[in-house]
């Protein structure tokens, strides 16, 4: 039996006579103003573009679940991590992070790896990345990082010199680089690396007693990346291959998942480790504090529409359920500001009212009001003020954080380490990475930063030598580099090592 034709419509729901031809004046005359479905329809069109993310654009997402499989409640009051084998809605984006919204997915990046939690007690949002750590470890630094990972001023072109230039000064970010620059920073797809939250967590638990906690979202489909060529031809060839991927894998029923995996640590512990804990550029090695399986994602539904549920996804590292808070980490504390900004500015005041972003499980009841696009009831006729005696919602004292002790001088102070900044990197290109992921490695920089001057590549040879000589000295030959001036470099303090390699133009 054929289908029963529905009428097209205005916005307003109003049925239209005919949308190929504008109302004219005359077979051969003016288009007429009164024509108010074409200035509808080109009104909308010119607006249909919002804001690209800063950073993140390119994405992918998906919806799921995830499943607790083991008791945590000693750790956590978490509800929705309370009872082996309970079930929470997910909704997942993957994304690229320096290049725009149609960018090639197969770029050298870190990948975003972003889980919204419909909780019972509102939405966590699980905010990581596919690697353990990051570039730099303060927030006044961050605009200036990403900067140099986009296009230059003049040009409107990614530039290698912006790029190494910025890290050479930055020797905190070797570890990252390490990672970026070994095949992991161009994995194969989206179902084919971890997510980690990088920052240093808190759980605490009914007793009111904390644990420092790290997430580990370990791929099930295991890790799979790209080499450098590999890379640059699938970018060429099919510039969205990863997003085509997860949906396709999705379509046919091949649901990817990944198992959270958490590094637990008591909170007194956490203070005197060490290493420094709520230093994003360092990891907690495995063999000291091993990681447990509590968990498993699975995502086994795709975006009915990318525009309402993929690109209007917005994620904040501050929405945060009780039993799971913050800690110290100085990028992570920014970043609780700056997620919440830049949705507001993309999407509106009114964002967390879009469905993939409401709390489905937990309908909100706050006294926030009007704003852009309200578009629920408002809170109708009721309070719109706490201290109010008409019965409207009121705090509840026990979804509160247990309070914690902060000490010492409020001041401008570096984090404390005590040139440590090369020594995971280094267990990392030594003990942990194969000889042909050290060749990969080697000849993924050598490619990238040769087009880089020649001070720079000095400058950034040097740390690499810092972390292991073998490594600076492997990047070095690759370059044509004389290995005698960058062992002069490595020995010198990062300010003279600037000095002395110069001023360019
Ligand atoms: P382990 O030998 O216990 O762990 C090394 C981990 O490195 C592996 O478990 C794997 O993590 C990850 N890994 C394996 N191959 C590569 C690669 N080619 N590139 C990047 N990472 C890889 O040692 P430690 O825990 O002491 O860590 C040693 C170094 O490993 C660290 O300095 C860090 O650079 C890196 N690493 C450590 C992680 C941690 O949380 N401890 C996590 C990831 C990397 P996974 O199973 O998560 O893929």
Redesign the pocket.
């Given at each position: 039996m054929a289908k029963a034709k529905k009428t097209l419509t205005t916005a307003f729901g109003i049925p239209v006579a005919d949308d190929q031809n504008s109302m004219t004046a005359g077979a051969r005359g003016p288009v007429l103003m009164q024509d108010v479905h074409l200035l509808e329809k080109l009104g909308h069109f010119d607006r249909e573009r919002i804001p690209e993310r800063v950073v993140h654009a390119k994405g992918a997402g998906a919806g799921g679940y995830f499943e607790i499989t083991a008791d945590v409640t000693k750790y956590t009051k978490a509800k929705f991590l309370s009872e082996v084998g309970k079930k929470t809605e997910v909704f997942a984006r993957f994304s690229t992070v320096g290049g725009e919204k149609g960018s090639a997915d197969a770029a050298r990046d870190p990948r975003g790896f972003a889980v919204k939690f419909y909780t019972e007690e509102g939405n966590y949002d699980f905010v990581g990345n596919n690697t353990?750590?990051f570039f730099i470890r303060d927030p006044l630094k961050f605009s200036d990082f990403i900067h140099t990972q986009k296009r230059h001023p003049a040009t409107n072109c990614k530039d290698p010199d912006m790029f190494w230039d910025f890290l050479s000064l930055t020797p905190e970010s070797v570890?990252q680089v390490?990672?970026l620059f070994?095949?992991?920073g161009t994995p194969a797809t989206y179902r084919h690396m971890?997510g980690?939250s990088s920052h240093t967590f808190k759980w605490y638990n009914e007793k009111g007693e904390s644990f420092w906690v790290?997430y580990?979202f370990?791929t099930d489909q295991g890790?799979k990346n790209l080499a450098r060529e590999e890379a640059s031809r699938i970018s060429g060839e099919n510039p969205d291959h990863a997003t085509e991927d997860l949906y396709e894998a999705i379509a046919g029923g091949d649901f990817p998942s990944w198992t959270l995996e958490m590094?637990i640590m008591p909170e007194e512990e956490g203070f005197n480790y060490h290493w420094d804990i709520f230093d994003i550029t360092k990891?907690?090695?495995?063999?000291e504090v091993p990681p447990i399986k509590v968990g498993k994602l699975v995502l086994n539904r795709n975006p009915i529409n990318y525009f309402s549920e993929v690109e209007q996804a917005a994620f904040c590292p501050g929405n945060l359920v009780p039993g799971i808070a913050t800690s110290p980490d100085k990028m992570l504390q920014a970043r609780l500001f700056s997620y919440h900004d830049t949705h507001i500015h993309r999407l509106g005041p009114n964002y967390h009212l879009l469905p993939v972003n409401a709390p489905k499980n937990a309908p909100e009841t706050s006294y926030q009001r009007d704003g852009f696009m309200r578009l629920d009831e408002n809170g109708g006729g009721g309070p719109n003020y706490w201290p109010n005696s008409f019965g409207g919602p009121e705090p509840d004292p026990t979804a509160g954080e247990p309070p914690f002790e902060v000490k010492d001088l409020a001041a401008r102070t570096p984090y404390p380490h005590p040139n440590d900044d090369f020594q995971?990197?280094g267990?990392?290109y030594r003990?942990?990475?194969?000889d042909e992921?050290r060749d990969h490695l080697i000849g993924n920089i050598v490619d990238h930063l040769g087009g880089a001057q020649k001070r720079i590549q000095l400058r950034q040879t040097a740390i690499f030598y810092k972390v292991d000589p073998e490594y600076g000295t492997r990047v070095a030959e690759g370059l044509g580099l004389d290995v005698k001036e960058i062992e002069r470099l490595a020995e010198m303090s990062q300010d003279d090592r600037a000095n002395a390699t110069g001023e360019g133009v």
């Open positions: 353990p750590v570890h390490t990672v070994s095949d992991r971890n980690y790290q580990h370990k890790i590094q990891v907690w090695p495995h063999a995971q990197a267990v990392l003990k942990v990475m194969t992921d």
